[in-house]
């Protein structure tokens, strides 16, 4: 009897890369980060309006594609952080040069110091006084020169850690959902990515997939902002059911997933039941029309770190845990198990494609 492997998910980085170069996009760093977002599908208009350009997508289209979905505060920040540490690293630079040429000074006082001493020629009382004054004037001057140069130090490092500071803060928008305010499919590539970094704790690590059941529905029926709504009090529900130093995100644009650490498959399998069941319970409906939007359920695959061998493997068994809760019935909790497998291939990204 033959058997099929799961299918692995796709290199993220390798399928964008491979859809702009057949849409003959120029790998520049803000286009890469359009096709990205258009990727992950977390706003299925980009996604839309980015595969209405076709294969003939000039840059200046992409650019107002970009200014149309994305706030370039962020770029700008990050622009100007750079700027910044460019400039106070060149003014610590000047700083560190004088010091040098003040102990290059300095050092020269005092071999001419120790060649007068040498000097037999000289009368030992006219010698002392010459050597000391000296010694007294250079030695003042040099501790008032580091004094200068410690304040200066100091200065130009606080606004050198100001700058980190700033860039810290970029990197925590860059990587928020707006949305949700959980962490966006860009944290969680590089935190999933990191999950093998070290092979010990395996077995107690765990990812979650979760996907809101019939979510299409309720945009339809109700429209995209309600269908926002319930995606924004669904992912404070995920949040109010896990520990702290859990890792939660929303990796796509109805799907959450999770990391965890520290727990057996009984503590992972409780925490996605509680979030499975609080859902299920939550009523949600427009406070003011009284509309009742209808139960909001859940479906919900996990596997161990344990149980794949990468990153990618790892989301594939998560993936097809989640596939099964979905095609038995929806609104429950399957933890993969070998052999489990999908009935479809993996879906791949390939938006130049209309």
């Known amino acids: 009897?033959?058997?099929?492997?799961?299918?692995?998910?796709?290199?993220?980085?390798a399928q964008i890369l491979f859809a702009m170069r057949n849409m003959g996009v120029v790998p520049i760093p803000r286009n890469y980060n359009l096709f990205y977002e258009a990727y992950i599908g977390s706003n299925p208009a980009l996604t839309r309006d980015l595969a209405a350009l076709g294969t003939l997508a000039t840059q200046e289209e992409l650019d107002e594609l970009g200014a149309r979905y994305f706030d370039h505060t962020h770029s700008q920040l990050l622009e100007s952080a750079r700027e910044k540490l460019h400039s106070e690293l060149n003014a610590l630079l000047v700083v560190l040069q004088h010091e040098q040429t003040c102990l290059e000074n300095y050092n020269?006082?005092?071999?001419?110091?120790?060649?007068?001493?040498?000097?037999?020629?000289?009368?030992?009382?006219?010698?002392?006084?010459t050597a000391i004054s000296m010694l007294v004037d250079a030695t003042g001057n040099k501790m008032t020169e580091n004094e200068t140069t410690f304040k200066n130090v100091d200065r130009h490092a606080a606004e050198m850690q100001q700058v980190r500071l700033e860039l810290d803060e970029y990197k925590r928008i860059a990587n928020t959902d707006?949305?949700?305010?959980?962490?966006?499919?860009?944290?969680?590539d590089d935190k999933l990515a990191s999950m093998y970094d070290t092979s010990i704790?395996?077995?107690?690590?765990?990812?979650?997939?979760?996907?809101?059941?019939?979510?299409?529905?309720?945009?339809?029926?109700?429209?995209?902002?309600?269908?926002?709504?319930?995606?924004?009090?669904?992912?404070?529900?995920?949040?109010a059911n896990v520990r702290?130093?859990?890792?939660?995100?929303?990796?796509?644009?109805?799907?959450?997933?999770?990391?965890l650490d520290g727990n057996n498959q009984e503590e992972i399998h409780a925490v996605c039941e509680r979030i499975r069941?609080?859902?299920?319970?939550?009523?949600?409906?427009?406070?003011?029309?009284?509309?009742d939007y209808g139960q909001v359920t859940i479906s919900i695959g996990y596997a161990l770190a344990?149980?794949?061998?990468?990153?990618?493997?790892?989301?594939?068994?998560?993936?097809?845990?989640?596939?099964?809760?979905?095609?038995?019935?929806?609104?429950?909790?399957?933890?993969?198990?070998?052999?489990?497998?999908?009935?479809?291939?993996?879906?791949?990204?390939?938006?130049?494609?209309?």
């Open 1 to 13: 009897m033959s058997t099929t492997s799961t299918p692995k998910a796709p290199d993220i980085a």
């Open 108 to 129: 020269r006082i005092l071999d001419e110091t120790r060649a007068g001493i040498a000097d037999k020629n000289q009368s030992s009382t006219h010698l002392l006084r």
């Open 178 to 188: 707006s949305l949700t305010r959980l962490s966006n499919r860009r944290a969680f």
């Open 201 to 239: 704790g395996l077995h107690l690590s765990a990812l979650v997939l979760l996907d809101v059941d019939n979510f299409k529905r309720i945009n339809d029926t109700f429209g995209h902002p309600v269908g926002d709504k319930i995606l924004a009090s669904v992912a404070s529900i995920i949040k």
């Open 244 to 259: 702290k130093d859990g890792f939660i995100a929303r990796s796509g644009g109805e799907e959450f997933a999770i990391i």
């Open 277 to 291: 069941t609080s859902l299920e319970k939550t009523p949600f409906r427009n406070s003011k029309s009284g509309v």
């Open 306 to 354: 344990s149980q794949a061998q990468n990153p990618g493997e790892l989301y594939a068994r998560a993936d097809t845990a989640m596939y099964h809760a979905k095609e038995t019935g929806r609104n429950r909790t399957i933890f993969f198990e070998d052999g489990m497998q999908k009935n479809y291939a993996s879906k791949s990204w390939l938006i130049y494609k209309q």
